[in-house]
C-alpha cells in the first residue's frame, strides 16, 4: 500500500473546523442530517451517470451503522465516490457552494460584530456540510472507491492543522465517513436517535437509509433487524393535504440550506403542450452566495421521471428568480437527457416559461392579499424583481406591477406604480421621481417645491438600480415616468402658461444677471434659466433633458471611470430676495468683485441643498465665514 500523505487544511477550512470543533450549536442533529444530504447528492450523481451506463446501476442506499464499543457512526453510500484528487479538493479546500457562503457570512458577521451576531446562529441557518461531522467527532475517516478507478482512498482527519489520505481497500464504489463520536454525543450511536432525525430531516430522501439494530422477538429474544427508516415518498408527488407543514418546511431546508421557513410554498402541476410537476418556494431569506455575486442555481431540481437529473439546468427558471427553490419533475423529457440536450431546450423553455407565469402571479397575489408579507420578502428580493423588469421583457408588465417605491406624500410606506397613478390629481400629467442617497436629503430638495404645493406626490428612489429601472420602463398606464430634477416640469394649463410666461419675464428682466452668471460659473453649469419648480429656495440644479441624472452619473462612473462628465442647468428663483439683491448690486456695479463670489457660493449652496457634497469644503467654509463677518461688522456697526 503506497505511503501515507499528510496535507495541510487551506486557512479558511482550518477556521471552520476550529469552529465547528468549539461549537456549543444547540441543534447537534444537523451534522447528521448533512452527511445524509452528501450521501444522497453522491447516489444522485451516480444514478445520473448509470442512465447512460448500465454497468454503475445498483441497489442504491445509504447505510448507517454504529459500534457503540468503538464510539463509531458511519454513514455509507453506494453514490459516485471521489478519487485521491477530489478527496483533496472537496474535503481540503474551500471551493464549494454551502461551505464557502457560510464562512462569508462568518466574515461579515465578524465584521459587524458590534451587533451582536453571534456566529454559531449561523451554523444553524447554514448547515455547513461535511465539515459538520467535526461538531460530534474528535476524528473522522472517509474512505472513498469512484466509479471506474481500482484504486480507493483514505483521509482521515482530527479537524485541527491537516488530514492524512492513503491508499486503502474498499471493494464497492462509494463513500464510508465514519465519526469517531465525542463522549458526550455517544447519544447518536443509538438507533432510535438515529432513526427520530432521519425521519425528521430526511424522510423524503429518495434512497433508502437502513440500519441493522437489535429488537427482541416475541420470545423476547433479540435478534437483528435491518430497517428502512425513511418514507422516500417524493415530497412533491404526494397529495398536499398528506404533508405536514413540517415536513414541507425541511424539504426546503434541504434544498436551500435556509433553516427558516419560506415565504411562501407553490404546488403547480401541469398538463397539456409540458407535463410536469413542480414542488416551489420562494425563499425568505437572500442566500448568502447571492450578495457575494455567486448565482446559486443550485436550488431548483430538474427530475425526470422520478429520477434526479440536475440541480443546475440552464434556463429552467430565469435567473432574476434566484429567489425560487424546488423540484421540477417533467414526464416528456427523455430520461437519458444529457446536459446539452438540455441547453436550449424547447421543453425545458416551456416548462421555464409556466413556472415563470405562475411565480409571478403568486408574487401578485402576495402583493394584493398578504401586503405586509410581500413588502417583507420584497426587502430581500426587490432588487431580482429589478433585474427582471429589466431582463425579462416579456414579462416587463407584471413584474413593474411589483415594484414597491417609497414616496414623499406617504412617509413610512411604501407604494407601487399602479397606487401611485391611481391617486394622481387630474391636474398631473406625468410619473415624477427624485433619486438619491437618503429620504431626509430628498424630503428637503428645492426641486420639489412646486410639486408639493400642487399636491404632486413624487417617488423617492434610494436604490442605486431604481432610476435605470425606471427609464427601462419609461411609461406607465400611459403617463411618462420623469426626474423631477431633469429637463422641464409639465404643470396642469391653468398654472402652466402663468409660470412660463413668469420665467419669461424674469428672464428678460434679469437677462444682465443671468448673463454674468453664465459666465462666472461656465466651468460648473451648461446654463442659467428662470425655474417654474421653485417656491422658496433661491435656486437649484436640474440635468438636462437627455443627459444623465446625477445619481446615474455615479453609477456610469462606477462602472467606467473614464464616462463623461454633465453639466447641469442652474435654475433660479424670481421671487427670491436673494436673486433680487444679486441683480440690484449687478445693476449698481457689474465689475464689483464679490459678486463672482456670491454666484460660486450660490452654486455651493445649491448642490448642498441637494444632500451633495462641494467640491472644495475649504474654499466654501472660507467664504461663508468672509459673508458672515462682513454681516456681524455691520450689524454692530464695526
Ligand atoms: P457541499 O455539500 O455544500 O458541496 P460539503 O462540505 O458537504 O459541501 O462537501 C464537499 C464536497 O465533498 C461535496 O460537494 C462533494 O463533492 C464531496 N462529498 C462529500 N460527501 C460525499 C460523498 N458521500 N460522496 C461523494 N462526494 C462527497
Not at 410606506?413 to 387630474?426: F, Q, V
Request: charged letters at 30%; a negative charge.
Amino acid at each position: 500500500m503506497a505511503n501515507s500523505e499528510n496535507l495541510q487544511f487551506k486557512a479558511e477550512i482550518q477556521q471552520l473546523l476550529s469552529l465547528m470543533i468549539h461549537s456549543i450549536y444547540s441543534n447537534k442533529d444537523i451534522f447528521l442530517r448533512e452527511l445524509i444530504a452528501n450521501a444522497a447528492d453522491a447516489i444522485d450523481k451516480a444514478r445520473f451517470l448509470s442512465l447512460t451506463n448500465p454497468d454503475l446501476v445498483r441497489d442504491w442506499e445509504i447505510r448507517i451503522s454504529s459500534d457503540p464499543a468503538a464510539k463509531t457512526l458511519t454513514v455509507a453510500d453506494n453514490g459516485v465516490g471521489m478519487d485521491r484528487d477530489e478527496l483533496v479538493q472537496n474535503l481540503g479546500t474551500i471551493a464549494h457552494s454551502g461551505t464557502k457562503a457560510f464562512m462569508e457570512a462568518v466574515r461579515k458577521a465578524k465584521e459587524a460584530d458590534n451587533k451582536g451576531t453571534d456566529t454559531l446562529d449561523l451554523i444553524g441557518q447554514f448547515g455547513v456540510g461535511f465539515y459538520s461531522a467535526f461538531m460530534a467527532a474528535d476524528k473522522v475517516v472517509v474512505e472513498t472507491r469512484k466509479a471506474g478507478a481500482d484504486k480507493a482512498y483514505r483521509w482521515e482527519s482530527d479537524g485541527k492543522e491537516s488530514f492524512t489520505i492513503t491508499e486503502c481497500d474498499l471493494s464497492e464504489i462509494g463513500t464510508r465517513v465514519t465519526l469517531f463520536v465525542k463522549d458526550e454525543y455517544t447519544e447518536y450511536l443509538d438507533y432510535w436517535k438515529i432513526s427520530s432525525i432521519v425521519k425528521k430531516y430526511s424522510d423524503f430522501i429518495e434512497y433508502p437509509i437502513r440500519m441493522k439494530h437489535t429488537v427482541k422477538d416475541k420470545d423476547g429474544k433479540d435478534i437483528e433487524e435491518d430497517s428502512t427508516m425513511n418514507s422516500m415518498k417524493a415530497i412533491w408527488l404526494r397529495p398536499e393535504s398528506e404533508v405536514t407543514e413540517e415536513e414541507f418546511n425541511h424539504f426546503y431546508t434541504y434544498l436551500t440550506q435556509d433553516y427558516g421557513k419560506p415565504t411562501k410554498r407553490i404546488s403547480f402541476n401541469a398538463e397539456g403542450a409540458s407535463e410536469f410537476k413542480s414542488l416551489l418556494f420562494l425563499a425568505a431569506h437572500m442566500p448568502f452566495n447571492f450578495q457575494f455575486g455567486m448565482k446559486n442555481k443550485k436550488n431548483l431540481h430538474l427530475y425526470v421521471k422520478r429520477v434526479f437529473i440536475t440541480d443546475d439546468c440552464p434556463g429552467l427558471l430565469p435567473e432574476y428568480m434566484g429567489f425560487v427553490s424546488g423540484v421540477v419533475d417533467s414526464s416528456d423529457l427523455p430520461l437519458n437527457i444529457s446536459r446539452e440536450m438540455l441547453q436550449d431546450n424547447p421543453q425545458i423553455a416551456r416548462i421555464c416559461k409556466s413556472l415563470t407565469k405562475r411565480v409571478l402571479s403568486e408574487l401578485a397575489k402576495m402583493l394584493a392579499n398578504e401586503r405586509s408579507a410581500y413588502e417583507t420578502f420584497y426587502k430581500e428580493f426587490g432588487r431580482m424583481i429589478k433585474e427582471g423588469v429589466h431582463m425579462d421583457y416579456s414579462n416587463r408588465e407584471k413584474l413593474q406591477d411589483l415594484l414597491l417605491f417609497e414616496s414623499m406624500n406617504h412617509p413610512g410606506k411604501l407604494i407601487t406604480l399602479k397606487e401611485y397613478s391611481d391617486a394622481m390629481p387630474a391636474t398631473q400629467k406625468e410619473i415624477y421621481y427624485l433619486s438619491g442617497d437618503t429620504r431626509e436629503a430628498l424630503e428637503n430638495s428645492p426641486q420639489l417645491e412646486m410639486l408639493k404645493k400642487q399636491n404632486f406626490d413624487v417617488l423617492f428612489l434610494l436604490d442605486p438600480v431604481d432610476e435605470f429601472v425606471l427609464s427601462d420602463i419609461g411609461k406607465y398606464a400611459d403617463r411618462e415616468i420623469k426626474s423631477v430634477a431633469s429637463g422641464e416640469v409639465k404643470f396642469d394649463e391653468s398654472i402652466q402658461k402663468d409660470l412660463e410666461e413668469k420665467a419669461k419675464k424674469a428672464a428678460e428682466d434679469n437677462k444682465s444677471l443671468v448673463d454674468f452668471l453664465k459666465k462666472a460659473l461656465e466651468n460648473k453649469v451648461k446654463d442659467v434659466r428662470f425655474s417654474s419648480r421653485l417656491t422658496e429656495s433661491p435656486c437649484c440644479l436640474v440635468s438636462d433633458k437627455f443627459d444623465p441624472s446625477v445619481n446615474m452619473q455615479k453609477i456610469l462612473k462606477a462602472m467606467d471611470k473614464n464616462a463623461p462628465d454633465y453639466k447641469r442647468i442652474l435654475e433660479l428663483n424670481a421671487d427670491n430676495p436673494l436673486i433680487q439683491a444679486m441683480k440690484t448690486l449687478h445693476d449698481k456695479n457689474p465689475e464689483d468683485p464679490k459678486l463672482s463670489e456670491y454666484a460660486e457660493l450660490l452654486y455651493d449652496q445649491a448642490i448642498i441643498s441637494e444632500g451633495g457634497l462641494v467640491s472644495d469644503p475649504v474654499v466654501f467654509a472660507k467664504r461663508t465665514i468672509e459673508l458672515m463677518t462682513n454681516s456681524i461688522q455691520k450689524d454692530i456697526g464695526a
